[in-house]
């Protein structure tokens, strides 16, 4: 809102040759309450404008020695002065000279002789809008300021959540490291039992950590999306094979269904989608303890849907991804708890099941930044089934007419079976195949020398970035585990300094307590060959050892 006219709060100089205009000019403005100060002479102007700023400038268009076109040229040339309006006063009334002063500059003219009221009106005008422009220019300054706070304090709650993550992941790593390789012990079924609640109960409270940072990040706004082109198929064969265990434990009768108007391949973000679904199938065989889960996927016309907000849509494609169970249902009045941050639908619930509630907040969430929908439709008693809506491109030759296809029962529909994934190679020893660890915790170095030699192959450790490129001056390794996250030099700098000072070509695994897919790229771009999340998994640290030597 634009404050009160004040003519005192202004103050305005007046620039003439001759005496008696000035005392005419000073005495109209004064008399109305505007502050003013004077110069007889294009030079005098220059001369006092170094020692005080004005508000307005009333210029005679006409002087000696240097006249104000000239006069008001060099104000405009100076990023100090040149805001301040110029009107111009002239007995000329020729259209060439009005023109030139309005080249130079001046935003108005009053001609000789002044009309009290024409001027006053004139300077007013001219002072409200460089009020209101002030206004705004401030305005637009404490915007900046804020939002300069806003990203420093998002930055700082960035490299909280990283730092989080890594300590809270680095001694879990620890405990689920240390209880994996107990259990490859000669231990009594009792001893086996209670090593294997405790990496039960490990493996829950990761879960539970990493809901909780996943939720943190996306509210600071610390997540972005990545557009990446992959086979569709590929990824719900990859999470049927990750859930078919837990469905066959409990009798379940599991399958997916992927609609052939669907491209293999598309492009959307493949870990957050996969994060997604993971979450959903999480909740569904949770609270499923007979019948069916069935996943469905359709293609999907944004643009001839109302139920999208079609002016938040960059993409006019999209799929429909359903995941139907047969579980205990949620009551309609519940419904609306579903997607909040630590809700359970019922407390008997909580107390049966377990959970913060953390899953389904997170897709909502993710699916929010994807520009996608996502509900529910629950009988309660009879099952639940949740859908979401997700903005995906595909490539220019594998678009086409689609059109949707009418829903039919999921019950009648067949069953695709993916291919089962062939049992781990057992490994033999392998002695030829020299290995570095670098690692600043003591606990996770023992952790990973003591996993790499149940696996049959000989390692050597450091504590940090610093002590590798020494130790590789010194000795020759074939691959290098390398933490991310170390003092003295980290993970990432050590890579780059490896891949410039050596020649061989080391393969380095990077270790990493963050698990975001852009942490993957950060790896990949300082020159690591792959990289492994924190907990480290006998069974994946098998597989890369595996895939790389």
């Given at each position: 809102m634009t404050k009160e006219f004040q003519p005192k709060k202004f103050l305005i100089l007046v620039v003439d040759d001759m005496t008696q205009n000035l005392q005419i000019l000073m005495s109209m403005l004064e008399k109305v309450g505007y502050n003013t100060s004077f110069a007889t002479s294009g030079k005098q102007t220059l001369d006092r404008l170094t020692k005080v700023t004005p508000d307005l400038i009333l210029l005679d268009l006409m002087m000696p020695d240097l006249d104000g076109l000239e006069v008001c040229k060099r104000l405009k040339a100076d990023p100090n002065l040149q805001d301040i309006p110029v009107i111009f006063l002239t007995a000329s009334h020729e259209p060439e000279k009005l023109l030139e002063a309005f080249e130079q500059g001046a935003v108005d003219y009053v001609t000789k002789p002044f009309k009290t009221a024409e001027l006053l009106a004139r300077v007013k005008t001219h002072l409200e809008l460089k009020q209101a422009r002030d206004e705004l220019k401030n305005m637009a300054d404490e915007l900046k300021i804020a939002r300069d706070s806003a990203l420093e304090l998002a930055n700082l709650k960035t490299q909280f959540l990283a730092n989080m993550s890594h300590e809270i992941r680095t001694p879990m790593n620890g405990v689920l490291g240390m209880t994996d390789l107990l259990l490859n012990t000669k231990l009594d079924p009792e001893q086996s039992d209670y090593?294997?609640?405790?990496?039960?109960?490990?493996?829950?409270?990761?879960?539970?950590?990493?809901d909780i940072l996943e939720l943190s990040k996306l509210e600071v706004g610390a997540i972005k999306l990545s557009s990446d082109l992959f086979n569709l198929n590929n990824l719900f064969q990859e999470i049927f094979i990750l859930f078919k265990p837990q469905a066959t434990q409990k009798s379940l009768d599991f399958s997916y269904i992927i609609d052939q108007e669907i491209p293999e391949e598309i492009i959307a973000d493949r870990f957050y989608l996969q994060k997604i679904l993971h979450n959903l199938l999480d909740n569904s065989l949770k609270f499923t303890s007979?019948?069916?889960?069935?996943?469905?996927?359709?293609?999907?016309?944004?643009?001839?849907?109302n139920t999208i907000n079609k002016e938040k849509i960059t993409s006019n494609y999209g799929l429909l991804i359903t995941v139907k169970d047969t579980g205990i249902g949620i009551a309609e009045k519940d419904q609306d708890k579903l997607f909040k941050s630590f809700s359970q639908v019922d407390a008997s619930n909580t107390r049966k099941y377990g959970g913060t509630g953390l899953g389904l907040a997170v897709c909502k969430h993710l699916i929010d930044l994807m520009e996608g929908q996502i509900g529910c439709e629950s009988v309660l008693g009879k099952g639940s089934n949740f859908w979401v809506i997700i903005p995906i491109e595909i490539k220019e030759k594998d678009k086409k007419n689609n059109q949707i296809i009418p829903e039919e029962k999921l019950t009648n529909q067949e069953k695709i079976e993916p291919k089962k994934r062939k049992p781990p190679v057992e490994l033999t020893i392998n002695k030829k195949t020299k290995i570095l660890v670098v690692e600043d915790s003591l606990i996770n170095r023992k952790v990973l020398l003591h996993q790499i030699k149940l696996m049959g192959y000989f390692a050597n450790a450091v504590n940090n970035g610093q002590e590798a490129l020494e130790e590789l001056e010194k000795s020759d390794y074939d691959l290098i585990f390398m933490d991310c996250q170390m003092p003295v030099l980290d993970g990432y700098e050590t890579s780059i300094k490896i891949r410039h000072q050596?020649?061989?070509?080391?393969?380095?695994?990077?270790?990493?307590?963050?698990?975001?897919?852009?942490?993957?790229?950060?790896?990949?771009?300082?020159?690591?060959?792959?990289?492994?999340?924190?907990p480290l998994a006998i069974d994946s640290l098998k597989e890369t050892l595996e895939k790389w030597t």
């Open positions: 090593l294997q609640i405790l990496r039960s109960s490990g493996e829950t409270l990761l879960k539970l950590i990493d007979q019948g069916q889960i069935i996943i469905n996927v359709k293609s999907h016309d944004l643009e001839v849907k050596n020649d061989k070509n080391y393969i380095i695994i990077g270790l990493t307590a963050n698990t975001n897919e852009n942490d993957r790229q950060k790896c990949l771009e300082a020159g690591m060959n792959d990289y492994l999340t924190k």
